[in-house]
């Protein structure tokens, strides 16, 4: 809804990262996978967009703020969504995968045990500007 109110501009590139709210919320993963697709869709027919990044969902496995099954629960529709957006980018000329290499170490997740850290921050961070530049094979 937030692309289709913004006003049309030309961008080089897009770095579109989602997807947790979508593994809590319990949407269908037919439903998840097209919405992927529609956004991509939108990012290069409106705004010119020449290459979109898709960005792994993080390791929820790892969030302790979940207690088990729900963190496992959780951590596998997780690792399934990251399957089909990896899907829709083999399928979409303009689309890259980005499986950011977050740690399985505690210390890249926040004080609330739910979100990423300051630490995944920069390695994600660091891994897309990587791959936009070029400098990490896909």
Not at 25 to 36: D, H, Q
């Amino acid at each position: 809804d937030r692309l289709h109110a913004m006003p049309q501009e030309e961008f080089d590139t897009a770095v579109v990262s989602i997807g947790v709210n979508d593994v809590t919320g319990l949407n269908r993963a037919s439903t998840w996978t097209e919405n992927v697709r529609l956004i991509v869709q939108l990012l290069t027919e409106k705004f010119g967009v020449r290459r979109v990044y898709l960005s792994s969902i993080p390791p929820m496995h790892l969030f302790p703020a979940l207690p088990n099954p729900l963190r496992w629960w959780l951590g596998l529709r997780a690792k399934q969504f990251n399957v089909l957006m990896k899907s829709v980018a083999d399928r979409e000329a303009s689309c890259t995968y980005a499986p950011i290499p977050y740690s399985p170490e505690l210390s890249g997740i926040a004080a609330d045990g739910f979100h990423p850290g300051a630490e995944a921050y920069r390695v994600w961070g660091d891994y897309v500007a990587e791959l936009i530049q070029g400098g990490v094979a896909e």
